[in-house]
């Protein structure tokens, strides 16, 4: 599975610029609620982390799970049903989704481990699959309709989420929290593991690394967080609905992270604000999204595999290599 | 009335024919995607969207040429299969050195844009295609009610079924191309047009597909979506499986659609279900699949 990744380069002069980079980013989001509209950046930032989240696995453990809208999708139901039902506080009901898509991850990973590669995608697909049916019978999700008219509420109690520059600097906080975790994660010594699996799983087998627990490690952290951003999205839009759970959005976020660049920090965050853009747009010109998104996938695939971001460091290191 | 386990036997053999048709499907399906996997090494996403491909193709047939359900049955497998033998050459060619997720993620952007067409031009409400005259009406067996369309849907996969496996197992072709799926440069080194044979085999499982797809089409509504909610179903029949042999993938496509046709009898809900528990049980017991050979 090597080749779906990308190396990661030790460019250590662009470090610095790196950091002002990300540093003038975040500035960027402090400042653009004033610029934009701050319901279409929030959905942006819910799906920058629940891609980061899927690159966790995709990009540094090299699994492709076909399955992540269970978790996306699940939390959000679990946050909704906890926050209008049972009058939760919203971030109660956050950290409910969170552990109820930790442990809908542990169920899906515990089987999908189990195969490999092409296998485990098939798994993820066909349980997510499952996950949806569920959703549709069973009684609290409300089937069709959804649960909607979901309470924003009081953050901590003193803190009205119901004000739009409220809602929206939670959503930024929480998403650059998980951001930062999976930027953690990345960068620790379990992190290193995970790659090393990801770049001859037989190897890190014989060194003695127990490969199956760290890949289900892996399965339930990036299933948490894509929970964290599905729950702050059942908040945002006060609705969890089935959209959330069927195959077309673990699709999208497959795309998203493929358009912007598998294993690297960045590229799932461009990915998804531009596909989130597109859909925008798209929503006003009558022109089919499934068709945009189909394409975009093809093109990417035939064209460039490593996305926007891992085509510029390439640009980047190649032109480092012959200067 | 005759009672099985306090079910009446009109109803179990209903459901069970139900299963039996699903099944068909299934194995028709499952087939083509082993047949492409086991050559190309590419989950073939898009085949659902083929078998959508071929019924919308019957369909389109009828009502702007007026050719009828019987030169359908060889028209849209055909033009299906080219479209497949296009795809192939176009961009699946370009994958091969890959690793084998870009053909599945490839393939997957196909079937969304594929759907997308049809969802554009004809909405997702299912448009009706009339059961030929021919097969028209049904058999009274003595103990059940046969309509005549859902017989030949049975027979029909089982001739395709057992002939795509005769094809494979018993020609010479059949035996270049089990050949090029163990060792694709010694097949070569020995003159045989590998990528020729890959072309052909992935125009063969398209055109699988869309045979299913026409045959399909009197049974369920010709609909854009048709295919995408089966072709999930196929991925956990594959997997059940195990994508080792052909004839392990016909078996299990019939198996598991009488197991979902016995489930609507005894506990309704579950009939969506029941196919994806199942894997997960193979998947603890046997993960490599009931007729797997790789781990």
């Not at chain 1, 089935?242 to 195959?247: A, F, I």
Request: proline content about 4%; some cysteine; hydrophobic content about 55%.
């Amino acid at each position: 599975m090597a080749d779906l990744s990308l190396r990661e380069t030790s460019a250590k002069p662009s470090a610095r610029l790196e950091w002002a980079l990300v540093g003038l980013g975040i500035l960027a989001l402090l400042a653009a609620p004033f610029f934009v509209y701050p319901i279409f950046l929030m959905k942006m930032l819910c799906f920058a982390l629940f891609a980061c989240a899927f690159n966790l696995l995709l990009g540094y453990t090299g699994l492709l799970s076909f399955g992540h809208a269970t978790f996306f999708g699940g939390a959000a139901y679990f946050t909704a049903h906890a926050v209008k039902v049972w009058g939760w506080p919203p971030e109660a009901g956050v950290l409910l989704g969170m552990a109820g898509a930790a442990l809908l991850g542990l169920v899906m990973g515990f089987f999908a481990i189990r195969r490999q590669g092409i296998y485990f995608a098939m798994i993820t697909l066909a349980l997510s699959q499952m996950f949806f049916f569920f959703c549709v019978q069973a009684p609290f999700t409300q089937g069709e309709d959804g649960i909607q008219g979901v309470p924003r509420g009081m953050l901590f109690g003193i803190l009205d989420l119901n004000a739009p520059m409220n809602m929206y600097y939670f959503v930024l906080v929480a998403v650059l929290v998980g951001v930062f975790a999976i930027w953690r994660i990345v960068n620790s010594p379990f992190g290193m593991i995970l790659r090393s699996i990801r770049e001859n799983e037989s190897r890190a087998i014989s060194l003695g690394y127990s490969v199956a627990s760290y890949k289900l490690g892996a399965f339930v952290m990036s299933a948490a967080l894509a929970g964290l951003a599905g729950s702050l999205k059942a908040i945002v839009f006060q609705f969890a609905t089935l959209t959330d759970v069927t195959w077309q959005m673990s699709g999208e976020v497959i795309l998203m992270t493929l358009l912007g660049g598998i294993g690297t920090m960045v590229g799932p965050i461009i990915g998804a604000s531009l596909v989130v853009g597109l859909e925008n747009t798209l929503a006003t010109s009558g022109f089919p999204v499934t068709i945009a998104t189909g394409l975009i996938f093809m093109v990417c695939v035939l064209v460039f595999r490593r996305g926007i971001v891992g085509e510029v460091y390439a640009r980047v290191i190649g032109r480092a290599g012959t200067g | 009335m005759t009672m099985i386990f306090g079910i009446p036997v009109q109803a179990l053999l209903g459901q069970l024919l139900v299963g039996l048709i699903n099944g068909s499907f299934y194995a028709m399906l499952s087939l083509g995607l082993a047949v492409i996997f086991g050559l190309l090494r590419v989950i073939n996403f898009a085949h659902g969207a083929q078998y959508m491909l071929g019924a919308f193709v019957g369909y389109l047939l009828l009502t702007h040429l007026g050719i009828g359900y019987w030169p359908a049955l060889v028209l849209a497998p055909l033009i299906v299969g080219l479209f497949g033998v296009v795809v192939e050459r176009l961009a699946l060619s370009r994958l091969y050195d890959t690793d084998p997720l870009y053909g599945l993620l490839f393939t997957f952007g196909l079937a969304l844009v594929l759907e997308g067409i049809f969802r554009y031009y004809y909405g997702v409400s299912g448009n009706p295609y009339a059961v030929p005259p021919l097969l028209a009406g049904g058999t009274n067996l003595g103990f059940m009610f046969l309509p005549n369309y859902r017989g030949w849907v049975v027979v029909a996969s089982l001739i395709v079924c057992f002939g795509t496996w005769a094809l494979i197992e018993k020609t010479r072709l059949g035996s270049y191309l089990r050949a090029a799926t163990e060792n694709p440069r010694l097949v070569q080194a020995f003159g045989v047009n590998v990528p020729l044979l890959l072309t052909l085999t992935y125009g063969l499982g398209s055109a699988l597909a869309g045979l299913a797809g026409i045959l399909a089409a009197p049974v369920y509504q010709v609909s854009p979506l048709m295919g995408s909610d089966l072709i999930i179903v196929v991925f956990a029949v594959v997997v059940i499986g195990g994508m080792g042999s052909i004839l392990g993938a016909i078996v299990t496509g019939y198996m598991l659609g009488l197991a979902e046709g016995l489930t609507k009898v005894f506990y309704p809900e579950a009939s969506n279900l029941v196919v994806f528990v199942i894997m997960a049980i193979v998947l603890l017991v046997r993960p490599a699949g009931l007729f797997g050979r790789d781990a």
